[in-house]
């Protein structure tokens, strides 16, 4: 394939479906089974790149649309052995956010910077489609967000402290249901008068 995806660039459901099916046009067979499919992989990721491809179910499905002749047996267990190998890699980047999360009451500045990280996965993931990961994140998030509520109401904690708490505990809530709008949202409430005033001390 010679078209390649600009950094940066969005990767709509059309973008995916043409790509994935001009490639296997040109692998020139009807039938589609786990040699195809690791063909199809391997192309996939030189145009949009190794983080960010779609499962071997996912790729199995367009084709289908397209008059393909699944090998099902062989697409299940190439589907299998490809989540696998997803929930080991994405395991060990939500253990990362998992240390960072379990280093203690986190201040603010902290916890911009791992919310940003869990929007770079949330995008990653859902760019390939991994709905596994995806559930493992939010869960990962839901943990936090109990942990930071947890905080907030430790009395051992100074009242500071345990407003910061709250204040996080409340940006994952926001995070979760409105991922896309986070940023927006954190600006508008950092600028407000309220956020001024009960945190105008250094985090």
């Known amino acids: 394939?010679?078209?390649?995806?600009?950094?940066?660039?969005?990767?709509?459901?059309e973008s995916?479906?043409?790509?994935?099916?001009?490639?296997?046009?040109?692998?020139?067979t009807p039938v589609v089974g786990a040699s195809e499919l690791t063909q199809l992989q391997d192309a996939l990721?030189?145009?949009f790149g190794?983080?960010?491809?779609?499962?071997?179910?996912?790729?199995?499905?367009?084709?289908a649309q397209e008059g393909a002749v699944l090998r099902h047996p062989e697409i299940i267990e190439t589907d299998a052995r490809w989540r696998e190998s997803q929930i080991a890699d994405h395991g060990y980047e939500l253990q990362t956010l998992a240390t960072l999360q379990a280093a203690g009451a986190l201040g603010l500045d902290?916890?911009?910077?791992?919310?940003?990280?869990?929007?770079e996965l949330r995008c990653r993931f859902a760019g390939a489609s991994d709905d596994l990961a995806l559930n493992d994140l939010k869960s990962t998030v839901i943990e936090a967000r109990r942990a930071a509520s947890n905080c907030s109401k430790n009395s051992s904690l100074s009242i500071y402290e345990r407003e910061v708490q709250a204040e996080i505990s409340e940006w994952l809530r926001v995070w979760l249901e409105t991922p896309r709008l986070f940023n927006q949202w954190l600006?508008?409430?950092?600028?407000?008068?309220?956020?001024?005033k009960r945190f105008s001390k250094s985090d």
């Open 16 to 28: 995916w479906q043409q790509t994935i099916c001009s490639i296997w046009q040109q692998l020139g």
């Open 110 to 119: 902290q916890a911009a910077t791992i919310i940003g990280e869990l929007e």
């Open 50 to 63: 190794p983080g960010e491809l779609p499962s071997p179910a996912r790729i199995a499905r367009e084709l």
């Open 45 to 47: 990721a030189s145009v």
């Open 187 to 196: 600006a508008l409430r950092k600028s407000s008068t309220a956020f001024k």
């Open 1 to 13: 394939m010679k078209v390649r995806r600009r950094r940066g660039e969005e990767i709509s459901t």
